[in-house]
């Protein structure tokens, strides 16, 4: 490509150098043109040519006629490289954040004002994420993946704002219940952290997992995987679970047992209405330590015509001028 590209701009600057030549040969021959007594011979014109003040002026038509050609040709071989469309190339390397956060939000009857609470508050951090990945699973009597983790905060925003729009019940069949009724119960949290668990990929990559799981605990019949159970399997594959628990304190019993599962992944369990917020939940997961993920390197090409634009019309602008200056 560059060989055919330099090929080209020595023939388009070969023909526009041959035709500035013949144009100032015309020109010269055509200026003399006139009346029939401008080619009438001179006697003694030797001596006219001898003169000093003649001499300076052929010298300076001369070098006018030599700068017009030598300006003519600089413009032209100008405007053949930007034809030819200069190039360079950059390579980028993109740099990733390795913390992913699922939300897991129990969506049955009890739970949807702290479901659309918690959804609220991360459409108003979405701005302050930098490279975080983000991902929505709901569960009821059966978990849905809404989204997987990603950082297209853009398409984050869309989905989180579908979700929360659905919890004020519009709908016929509201979006929250599509998918999450296809069990036997509700509120089956084992299943749900398991599944929650279980969206994380890339588990051989040096990551920072955190689950924000919001339930009441009140289990509605029989799961296929204990609390404890997806509680252990969170931690074999190092996913940290911070559970919101809307009636924290309120049964003792039901309190104890999400704080152990999750204390138990190296969480905690808070209160909606404690001190600690969602936000604050958020802000706890971006201290953890995360490393810079390198991504694949990408050579990015960009056309780099600027330098010779100027040249091109510095040349143009100094050709009028000389020419003009010649014919005065």
Known sequence: MALANGWLILVVAGVLVAAIVVGVLLGL???????VHDHARIARAERLRALPSFRRALNRRVLGLSGILAIGVVAMLAAGVVAARPMSSQTIQPVNTSRDIMLCLDVSGSMSEVDVEVLTVFEELLDDFEGERIGLTIFNSSPVQIFPLT???GFIRGHLQSIRE????????????VGTLNGNGASLIGDGLAACTMAFDHPDDDRSRSIIFATDNEINGA???TLDEASAYAKSVGVRVFALNPVQGKDAEVSAELARAAEATGGAAYGLRDTTTVSDIVTQVQEQEATELQGQAQVVWTDTPDLWIVVLLIGMLSFVV???????
């Open 151 to 153: 950082d297209d905060y």
């Open 322 to 328: 000389v020419l003009w200056r010649v014919k005065l």
């Open 29 to 35: 021959r055509g200026g003399g043109r006139g009346d």
């Open 223 to 225: 799961s296929i995987v």
């Open 166 to 177: 659905s919890f004020d019940y519009l709908d016929e069949i509201p979006e929250h219940w």
